[in-house]
């Protein structure tokens, strides 16, 4: 009997492997495609050998820069994975894969629990409504402590961790787990790739049923089905516990927490299985814009959420919502507004891919054959037309100027970089109307760096990068009141005017742009109202100090006037432009500068000298731990004050220093820097 459609919806997990840097995510993605047959080597990442990593500036880095997209099969179920990159400059490749995904593994450091990194991914997942477990990874580490990572994920995450595993053995010796669920033991012995189901060892037998216990209670208290079993019987089932742990993790009431040694290929199975039970299919989902359903049978949409480049030509990831795809057919991108032809599908391992006829609802594959789509650009069928919510872009906070070597080789970087941005709309290419150089603006000097690296590598170009430099704004410290402008022009025919008086304060923190209206009367009809709201948003994109756009400030119209013929809402518009421009250089303003908050790691011994280095570069420390002889150091430090940092801490560190970044919006710069 042929499976029907709806019933493979219901066979599919879609999710990504989140993390903070060197956790272990493309260890734990390694494990899987080797545990279910999709590779038969298990790739390391030290080796250079893993299968996501494929980009070279990820094998030479050891660090995931690129989402990359894997299949895989496990007891009858279709696995779609993206494996996303820790490092915060990478944080926009988590976005748009977090906006296409179902559902998510968050992998911890058993020693380190919750990082920075962590933290912020944990966050963007929180802001799609991601579904999540968590794998507690490098139990085999010394210093390793389960009941400490899981404390963390409740004080640092907000949310309620639910341990369903014991660890057998401690560090070097940490061999298997007990499945609190179950309450059996698996033992993997050294070397295996699969483990051995035995009951519980009679020396973890009473801790077992303790946290079995501490289970059933925590769950009894945020299911209300569980709760009415345990009232009745003192007791849950391993069944009705499991369903109450799959509708606490889809709810996102709690969190079930796994654990293991993904490097040693310990808990890995585990894990697989709790992808199935626990995460949720896209027929799980609730309908995407509220109307377009996870049916194969429902009209085509589609939303693209990667675009790559590759010799092959280029190849646009999308995410199917609703119904069926299939070579040789026309879509329609409503983004760009035009009808495209998919030429071809394929099912992505990473840089392979495999060719398919028919892509369905739940589906994550590539196409080839639309020109014209981007990150975010909905396709759909011709014939029903939808536009989805594309996922967020981060504004860049990190801008170099970079030029050819030889002039002969300008177009071609032009076209290079536009090639950039297509594929990573985090990158912003701009040219310097003061300077005429041609500036590249990204979310990290990491980021950028590597932008540069593709530059060079993968389309052969000489280029000069210039000094970083970062994205600063303008603030109104103390605004002013009643400022009045009078808009008139007369050229000859219809002229124009407009009058209006603004008052102009200071926001709130966090806030961009606030406008509002007390005029009476009618002395300025509600269309001109709009047309000076949109006259002040255009006269932000400059401000009065350096030419920065101008955040952080509320303008409130309070009077006005028109005239019966020469009124107009450009006239309006001109006059709120000018009118803000003045009210910005008659107001104190202050310039605001962007900060991140940084996590140091040392040992102990090298405290002294980072805590002076971090003073010296304006950081202002707000914790500090000490932990086995490291010391652990956070602060929070002007981004233009970072430049540099990694080899300066490595050379006052002997090599033993480590740090990370995440961003932590502006702060207020010194009086006197103007750039």
């Not at 580490?141 to 341990?163: H, K, M, N, W, Y």
Request: charged residues 25%; aromatic residues 4%; proline residues 6%.
């Amino acid at each position: 009997m042929r499976t029907q459609p709806q019933t493979l919806t219901a066979r599919v997990r879609n999710l990504g492997i989140l993390a903070h840097v060197d956790a272990g995510k493309t260890t734990v993605t390694e494990r899987f495609l080797y545990l279910t047959g999709a590779t038969h080597k298990r790739g390391e990442v030290h080796d250079g050998t893993t299968v996501t990593d494929f980009d070279p500036q990820e094998r030479d880095r050891g660090i995931t820069i690129f989402a990359a997209a894997v299949s895989c099969d496990w007891a009858g179920h279709r696995i779609n994975l993206i494996d996303t990159p820790g490092h915060v400059d990478f944080s926009d490749e988590v976005e748009r894969s977090l906006r296409v995904l179902d559902g998510a593994v968050a992998v911890f450091d058993a020693v380190a629990g919750v990082e920075p990194q962590s933290e912020t991914v944990w966050r963007q997942a929180d802001r799609h409504g991601v579904p999540r477990i968590a794998f507690v990874n490098k139990l085999d580490r010394a210093g390793a402590d389960l009941d400490a990572a899981v404390e963390s994920i409740r004080t640092r995450l907000g949310t309620v961790p639910l341990p369903v595993q014991l660890p057998i053995g401690r560090e070097d010796g940490f061999t298997g787990v007990v499945d609190l669920v179950r309450m059996r033991a698996y033992v993997w012995a050294e070397g295996a790739d699969t483990y051995t189901d035995e009951p519980v060892p009679d020396v973890l037998l009473d801790e077992a049923r303790r946290r079995r216990r501490r289970l059933e209670e925590s769950v009894a208290e945020l299911h209300p089905g569980a709760l009415d079993e345990f009232c009745a019987l003192a007791e849950l089932s391993g069944g009705t516990l499991a369903g109450a742990l799959r509708d606490l993790t889809l709810s996102g009431d709690a969190v079930v927490v796994l654990c293991g040694s993904a490097y040693r290929n310990r808990g890995v199975e585990p894990l697989l299985d709790a992808v199935v039970a626990y995460l949720p299919a896209p027929s799980d989902m609730p309908p995407v814009r509220g109307e377009v359903p996870a049916d194969p049978a429902a009209p085509f949409t589609a939303l693209a959420f990667k675009v790559s480049a590759t010799a092959t030509g280029r190849m646009t990831y999308v995410r199917v919502y609703a119904g069926t795809i299939g070579k040789g057919d026309t879509v329609l991108d409503t983004t760009a507004g035009r009808t495209e032809r998919i030429a071809r599908i394929l099912r992505v391992q990473a840089d392979r891919a495999t060719e398919v006829d028919v892509a369905r609802a739940g589906d994550i594959v590539a196409v080839v054959g639309p020109k014209s789509a981007r990150a975010g650009a909905t396709l759909c069928a011709p014939d029903a037309p939808v536009v989805l919510e594309p996922p967020t872009t981060a504004d860049p906070v990190v801008s170099v100027s970079v030029e050819a070597r030889r002039s002969a080789d300008t177009g071609r970087l032009a076209t290079a970089l536009a090639r950039l941005s297509e594929e990573d709309p985090s990158l912003v290419v701009r040219s310097d109307p003061e300077t005429g150089q041609t500036v590249l603006s990204g979310l990290g000097e990491l980021h950028l760096e590597v932008a540069v690296e593709k530059l060079r590598r993968d389309r052969g170009l000489e280029v000069t990068v210039g000094r970083p430099r970062v994205a600063y704004r303008e603030t109104v410290a103390k605004g002013v009141t009643g400022l009045l402008h009078r808009h008139v022009k007369q050229d000859g025919g219809a002229g124009q005017f407009a009058h209006v008086v603004i008052d102009v304060e200071p926001l709130g923190e966090d806030e961009e742009f606030a406008f509002r209206s007390t005029v009476t009367g009618g002395r300025v009809p509600q269309e001109y109202v709009r047309a000076v709201e949109a006259g002040c948003r255009d006269a932000l994109v400059e401000g009065p100090l350096g030419g920065h756009p101008v955040t952080g400030v509320r303008v409130t119209l309070t009077d006005g006037a028109t005239h019966p013929k020469d009124s107009s809402e450009m006239a309006f518009r001109t006059a709120g432009r000018f009118a803000l421009r003045e009210a910005l250089r008659a107001s104190v303003m202050t310039l605001l500068e962007p900060v991140a908050d940084v996590t140091v790691t040392v040992p102990a011994e090298s405290v002294g000298a980072v805590l002076g280095d971090l003073a010296a570069r304006r950081g202002r420390v707000t914790d500090q731990t000490n932990r086995s002889g490291t010391a652990v150091v956070e602060a929070t430090v002007p981004l233009a004050e970072l430049f540099g940092y990694a080899s300066r801490l490595r050379g006052r560190t002997q090599g033993r220093g480590t740090f990370t970044t995440r961003p932590a919006g502006y702060a207020p710069a010194p009086q006197g820097r103007t750039e």
